[in-house]
C-alpha cells in the first residue's frame, strides 16, 4: 500500500482523533491508530475500549487498500514537529513495515495487523433514534452545562450531562448534588423523544473535536451507545447507565425574592473575598438589604477577613446566606449580561441563578445550594 497525504492535515486529524486514548490502556494494541485505506480515503481510528472516534481524510497517489496500526503517540509527536509538506507512506502489505519519508528524511515504523483491532458496535438497532442539527447548538449546551457535571465515583449517573431530548426542544442539564445547570434550546426541534447521559470524557471529546459548522447527525440507542457523525469524523460512545436524577422536581418554582446585581462588579468582587475563605469549607457569605449586598469571608485559623460591598436590588427584607466560594465562580463566569438575577427563598433552600435576559430560543437556568452560616 503507498498513499500521499499533506503534513498538516494529517497532524490536525491524528492530533483530534488521540485525544479518546487513554494514558494508559490495558489493552496494548489500544496504544495505536487504526489507519484504513480505501480508495482514495484515509480513516484514521483511536479507541479506549469504550469510545471509538474515526476521522476521514482525502489522499493522493494512492495503491492498494487495507488496514494497520501504528503507534499513536510517537506518530503524533512526529507530526507535531514536522514542517508543512508532502508525506509519503509506503507500506509493506505482508510483513507490515511503514515507512514514512518526505524528500529530505525518512522514519520507519512496525505496524500491526489492524485484524487486532476492537470493533465498536454502533447504535444501530431498531430501537435506536436519530436527528440532525448544526454543530453550534450541540456545543453551545454542552458548554453551558458540562462544567457542573459530577466526578464522584459513587453517584456515576452524574458523571455526565444529561440529554433531555423533545420533539420541540433539547435540554442539556448537568448537577453534582451542589449545583445543576439546565440550558433549553426550542429554537431546534429533533422530533424524537428520549434521553440519556453522555460520560464527562465524551463531553470533553466531543467538545475539542467537533465543529459548529458542520452538521451533525445523532442516532443513540441507550442500551448500545450513542453516534456522533459528520462528513469528517465519526464519534461512538458509550452512555452512562442508570437514571439521572428528576431535574425538574429539584428546581424551585417559587423563590419569591430576587437580588439583582451587576455581574461585573460581583464577579470581581467575589474573586477578591475568595482568597480570605477558609479552605475546609470555602464558606462566602452574603448580607442581603433592600439596596446593599455585603459579601464576607475569613480563615479564622490566619485571622483574615475579607469585606466588599456592592449596590444591589432586593425585593426581600434582610438576609444572610452563604455559598461556596468556587461554585458561585463557576456559575458566575458562564452568564453574559451585565446584571446578575438571584431567586431566593430563605437561607437553607437552594438559589435560583438566571441571566438577567436570555439568548434567543433558549432558556439557562442555574441552581446553587446554600451552606449553613451560623453568624456574618
Not at 201 to 214: C, G, I, L, M, Q
Not at 232 to 241: G, I
Not at 285 to 313: C, H, M, Q, W
Not at 352 to 362: A, H, N, Q, R, S
Request: charged content about 25%.
Amino acid at each position: 500500500m503507498r498513499f500521499t497525504v499533506p503534513s498538516k492535515t494529517l497532524q490536525t486529524f491524528a492530533s483530534s482523533v488521540s485525544k479518546v486514548i487513554n494514558a494508559k490502556n490495558a489493552l496494548t494494541i489500544l496504544n495505536n491508530f487504526l489507519f484504513s485505506i480505501s480508495g482514495n480515503m484515509l480513516t484514521i481510528t483511536a479507541c479506549d475500549g469504550e469510545n471509538t472516534l474515526c476521522a476521514r481524510i482525502l489522499i493522493m497517489d494512492v495503491e492498494g487498500e487495507g488496514e494497520f496500526c501504528i503507534d499513536a503517540r510517537r506518530v503524533v509527536e512526529l507530526l507535531r514537529v514536522m514542517p508543512e509538506q508532502e508525506l509519503h507512506f509506503d507500506i509493506d502489505d505482508t510483513t507490515l513495515a511503514v515507512e514514512m519519508s518526505h524528500p529530505d528524511g525518512s522514519y520507519k515504523f512496525m505496524g500491526i495487523s489492524g485484524s487486532e483491532y476492537p470493533r465498536f458496535q454502533r447504535a444501530t438497532s431498531a430501537g435506536a433514534l436519530s436527528f440532525k442539527t448544526a454543530g453550534s447548538t450541540l456545543l453551545r449546551g454542552l458548554e453551558f452545562t458540562s462544567f457542573a457535571a459530577g466526578t464522584d465515583i459513587l453517584r456515576p449517573q452524574m458523571m455526565g450531562v444529561y440529554w433531555d431530548i423533545k420533539p420541540d426542544r433539547l435540554i442539556f442539564v448537568a448537577t453534582d448534588t451542589h449545583k445543576l445547570v439546565k440550558f433549553e434550546d426550542t429554537g431546534f426541534q429533533p422530533g424524537v423523544e428520549g434521553s440519556f447521559i453522555l460520560p464527562n470524557k465524551s463531553t470533553n471529546v466531543f467538545r475539542s473535536v467537533f465543529s459548529k459548522d458542520e452538521e451533525v447527525t445523532v442516532t443513540f440507542d441507550p442500551a448500545q451507545g450513542v453516534t456522533f457523525e459528520t462528513e469528517t469524523f465519526t464519534f461512538d460512545s458509550r452512555l452512562v447507565k442508570g437514571r439521572f436524577p428528576d431535574y425538574t422536581r429539584v428546581i424551585p418554582e417559587n423563590n419569591p425574592f430576587t437580588l439583582t446585581v451587576n455581574r461585573h462588579l460581583f464577579s470581581k468582587a467575589v474573586r477578591r473575598v475568595s482568597l480570605f475563605v477558609d479552605e475546609g469549607h470555602g464558606l462566602i457569605k452574603f448580607r442581603v438589604t433592600p439596596d446593599k449586598l455585603t459579601i464576607k469571608a475569613s480563615d479564622t485559623e490566619y485571622n483574615t477577613t475579607g469585606v466588599e460591598t456592592l449596590s444591589s436590588d432586593f425585593t426581600g427584607s434582610d438576609m444572610v446566606i452563604g455559598f461556596s466560594s468556587s461554585y458561585l465562580s463557576e456559575l458566575t463566569a458562564v452568564l453574559w449580561t451585565d446584571d446578575i438575577m438571584f431567586k431566593l427563598a430563605d437561607p437553607s433552600r437552594p438559589a435560583v441563578i438566571l441571566p438577567t435576559e436570555d439568548k434567543p430560543d433558549t432558556r439557562l437556568t442555574m441552581l446553587l445550594m446554600p451552606m449553613n452560616v451560623s453568624d456574618f
